[in-house]
């Protein structure tokens, strides 16, 4: 198929036509039982019109065999001819003009709506021939369960083709988002690793030319240090991101007590709080929201909120919060430092993205973080969210559903 693009971001010609494919296939599928259904009821009334001139042809002959045997009263020749009929099918009456019922050689059915019959006249008598519809319509009815059963079986077949056909596109669409997530990453990765190796690379080729004095060379060596440091922090975060993006990644859940969680996060970022001049609240009852969540992960994630806090914020306090929320429970991270600008609160859950780019990169901050967070929060059917808090500062939640 020809791969046409419009204007704009237009989606493609070939992908239009796969999404309108399964309506397109059920139109046609709908017209062909349509179509199907009025030769079906077409054929029924070729059935019937047949029958009803077969019906007054034997009527007519009847009448002309019965004459004779009528006028002369040969009732025996009459019943004769009678149970031949109705050997056949045909069910025969004979009545007087004045109406009286001089032959009849049914009981329990007669010329009703169930009914096909014919008048002939033979002398001063009348001859009715009649046959039942559901003898008539035998043929008709094979023909229709044969209509059932095929409508049912292509029915069955476009069901399990379009269900085939949702599957390979689903699977199409999820083998085209992984190509586009590795493509989008190997990029971001590339770019994120070339800042600090060529840092650490200027200031090996400076120590490798002509010996520095002692104060150049200890500033050299402590950018190799931090750049070090920065691409080891960045290393171990694209791990841990592309540990859990991978498909297939199990939760370790368990009954825990989210409280727990915040104080051993708190606790464990005590020493950096205290570095930064910054004090950390814990705001959780224990016993009060307990979860089945994967403790590790969601310490992980709470971490990196409270790191993100105490590094980029610039608040004098750090609250860290659990409580409960409307199907589930909240796990939070509230400053009232310089805030993030609107603009920016759509996508700092992207990977690499940076409010500030040189605050960030002067922090050691690979951008990750955050994109490390939502993807918890997904695994565990949650999401994270980010909120303003009045009259500066934001609050960074983390909603655990009840499982």
């Not at 006028?71 to 009286?100: K, N, P, W």
């Not at 909120?305 to 919060?321: C, D, E, K, Q, Y």
């Amino acid at each position: 198929m020809e791969d046409i693009s419009h204007e704009n971001g237009a989606p493609r010609l070939s992908e239009k036509v796969l999404r309108a494919a399964p309506a397109i296939a059920a139109a046609a599928f709908a017209v062909l039982l349509v179509a199907f259904y009025a030769s079906l009821m077409e054929y029924r009334a070729s059935i019937e019109t047949d029958a009803r001139r077969e019906l007054e042809a034997r009527a007519e002959l009847a009448a002309m065999t019965l004459a004779e045997p009528l006028r002369t009263q040969d009732f025996a020749s009459v019943h004769s001819f009678g149970e031949s009929c109705r050997a056949m099918g045909y069910y025969l009456c004979i009545t007087s003009s004045a109406g009286g019922r001089l032959f009849a050689n049914y009981q329990g059915v007669g010329p009703t709506k169930v009914s096909i019959h014919a008048f002939a006249r033979a002398g001063e008598y009348d001859v009715m021939l009649f046959r039942m519809r559901a003898e008539v319509f035998a043929p008709f009815r094979r023909a229709y369960r044969l209509f059932l059963l095929a409508a049912l079986a292509g029915a069955a077949g476009m069901f399990f083709f379009f269900f085939a056909f949702y599957r390979q596109r689903m699977r199409l669409r999820e083998l085209a988002r992984s190509e586009r997530f590795r493509r989008e990453f190997v990029a971001d990765v590339s770019h994120e690793i070339k800042t600090p190796l060529t840092g650490i690379l200027g200031a090996v080729e400076m120590l490798g030319d002509d010996p520095p004095d002692p104060a150049v060379r200890a500033r050299l060596l402590g950018m190799v240090g931090k750049e070090s440091r920065r691409l080891n922090a960045l290393v171990q975060q694209i791990l841990d991101l592309a540990r859990l993006e991978r498909e297939g990644e199990s939760l370790d859940l368990a009954e825990t007590d989210l409280a727990d969680v915040a104080r051993e996060t708190v606790e464990s970022m005590h020493g950096r709080a205290v570095e930064a001049g910054i004090r950390l609240e814990l705001f959780a009852t224990p016993g009060e929201c307990v979860a089945k969540v994967d403790a590790r992960l969601v310490g992980e994630a709470l971490g990196n909120l409270v790191a993100n806090a105490i590094r980029h914020s610039g608040s004098p306090t750090v609250s860290v919060s659990v409580s409960r929320a409307p199907r589930g429970f909240s796990l939070s991270v509230e400053d009232h430092g310089t805030g993030i600008p609107p603009e920016h609160a759509e996508r700092v859950f992207e990977r690499f993205h940076r409010v500030d780019p040189a605050r960030a990169a002067e922090s050691g901050g690979a951008g990750l973080g955050l994109a490390i967070v939502r993807r918890i929060a997904r695994m565990h059917g949650g999401e994270a969210t980010l909120e303003p808090v009045k009259p500066h500062g934001c609050r960074f939640s983390l909603f655990i559903p009840v499982a």
